[in-house]
């Protein structure tokens, strides 16, 4: 006898007795059943079982099997009242999702903001975090501003003249950005920000309700001249800039611009937040000072975070500045999410004080030089206009400029299509881009892939 076929032909008689009755209808017995397919016992218990667990059947023990309930069908519950109650989209928002959104299965990213996995510290990380877990006081709340120690590390590390007491620890740069938003400018308040400017600071600019003016910039940084004018045309009192590897750009202020552009920001008595996310991330030469250094009078808010440089779930990064606008930075940390969970300081703390962290740096320059220049040559073999007029020395991407014509977004569409995620620089703008551009991730895929990546893209192009 043969047991498969036979559970087969009693599933199939009782599928056939539950279509159409009611629930709650007695089925037959495992004797019947046992006699009428010429089925052991065992195998018509299976055969219940399968159908039990497909919710068509009801064992109720010592009774019998029965007709299964049918579950009431769900009602979808209309929404769309949200939509009024809720007004108008943020800008960013969607812009912001799809860039941090996870590449599909067999696509290759050239698009990210952050380490691809074989190059984050996760072992050295991981083991921080086991022995800070297991350290009762790091379960304690601890300072609102962060570990003494840890703030002190950021201050001694990035050697701005900004002291412990002047910084707060924040869950990450793009916290720290909004937070500094809030902190030193009202809603209505004009910010002005490089033209293309990161993504995430835009957005988070128009979440407080800022109103965005872009400054030029060129491949030496923000033209110290038109950040002069803006500020007298506008009465802005905040300036948001990346000096160094600037995202999506590349670009890194000029040392002929540096003057000017912090006697632009204290004539008009103003702060210049500078987010110096690239500050572990340059692989060509040594990286300028930051602009802090040097500026007594408080104007620079200096933010540095270990994300970018580390892994991405380590949100640990450090925002502040001299005098009233750093007690405005903590105060207004302190109401976004009180302080950041102490095991994860703590484990930051080990792992930048320890010798890992210098072996990591060494280590992540030579790949990320490995892969950039990997991913040049891959443009310079299929897609030659790609190459940009400028090499970044440092940071995470390419910024290259498309030929006239051609339509960033439709195209970053099309390379989806083929298996390759890029960006479109459009988002990068506060108002109209100049051109059209890509921003191209070197950091985000291994260095055999780079070609196939760029191959794909090739595709995309218009014929």
């Not at 919710?55 to 099997?65: D, F, H, N, S, V």
């Not at 943020?90 to 990210?112: H, K, N, V």
């Not at 007029?389 to 970053?412: C, N, T, Y």
Request: with cysteine.
């Amino acid at each position: 006898m043969n047991d498969g076929n036979a559970a087969a032909r009693v599933i199939q008689d009782l599928r056939g007795r539950v279509t159409g009755a009611a629930p709650g209808t007695r089925l037959p017995s495992v004797r019947e059943l046992t006699a009428r397919h010429g089925a052991s016992p065992v195998t018509v218990a299976e055969a219940i079982r399968v159908l039990v667990a497909q919710g068509l059947i009801e064992a109720r023990p010592g009774k019998g099997t029965f007709v299964a309930a049918r579950p009431e069908p769900v009602s979808t519950p209309d929404l769309s009242w949200q939509t009024v109650a809720l007004g108008p989209g943020r800008f960013g928002e969607t812009e912001m999702q799809a860039l941090l959104a996870l590449p599909p299965e067999g696509a290759i990213p050239l698009s990210g903001g952050y380490l691809h996995a074989d190059l984050q510290p996760v072992a050295a990380l991981g083991t921080a975090l086991a022995r800070a877990a297991r350290q009762p006081a790091a379960w304690e709340r601890g300072p609102a501003e962060g570990r003494e120690d840890l703030r002190d590390w950021f201050a001694r590390s990035s050697a701005t003249g900004l002291r412990a007491r002047d910084l707060v620890i924040c869950p990450g740069g793009q916290a720290a950005l909004s937070s500094a938003f809030r902190a030193l400018a009202a809603p209505g308040d004009t910010l002005l920000v490089e033209s293309p400017t990161y993504l995430g600071a835009l957005a988070a600019a128009h979440a407080s309700g800022l109103r965005v003016v872009p400054v030029p910039a060129d491949q030496d940084g923000v033209l110290p001249d038109q950040l002069a004018a803006a500020f007298a045309r506008t009465g802005a009192r905040l300036f948001y800039c990346q000096p160094l590897c600037a995202n999506p750009s590349g670009a890194t202020l000029a040392a002929h611009r540096r003057d000017a552009v912090m006697a632009a920001v204290r004539d008009n008595g103003a702060f210049l937040i500078e987010d110096d996310y690239a500050r572990d991330l340059v692989i060509d030469g040594e990286a300028p000072p930051p602009l802090a250094v040097g500026d007594p009078g408080g104007h620079v808010v200096y933010l540095r975070s270990l994300t970018k440089s580390a892994a991405p779930g380590l949100r640990i990064a450090a925002i502040g500045a001299r005098g009233p606008a750093g007690a405005r930075l903590r105060s207004a940390r302190l109401l976004d999410d009180f302080f950041v969970a102490g095991p994860l300081q703590q484990a930051a703390l080990e792992f930048v004080t320890g010798p890992g962290w210098g072996r990591h740096l060494r280590t992540l320059h030579r790949e990320l030089r490995h892969r950039r220049e990997t991913l040049l040559a891959a443009l310079e073999r299929h897609v030659p206009a790609l190459i940009p007029a400028a090499v970044p020395r440092g940071g995470l991407h390419l910024w290259a400029r498309l030929s006239d014509g051609i339509d960033d977004v439709a195209l970053a569409g099309r390379a989806a299509a083929e298996g390759v995620v890029v960006f479109p620089g459009r988002p990068w703008f506060a108002a109209e881009p100049p051109a059209a551009h890509l921003r191209l991730t070197y950091a985000a895929a291994p260095a055999d892939l780079m070609d196939e990546a760029v191959r794909r893209l090739a595709r995309a192009f218009p014929r």
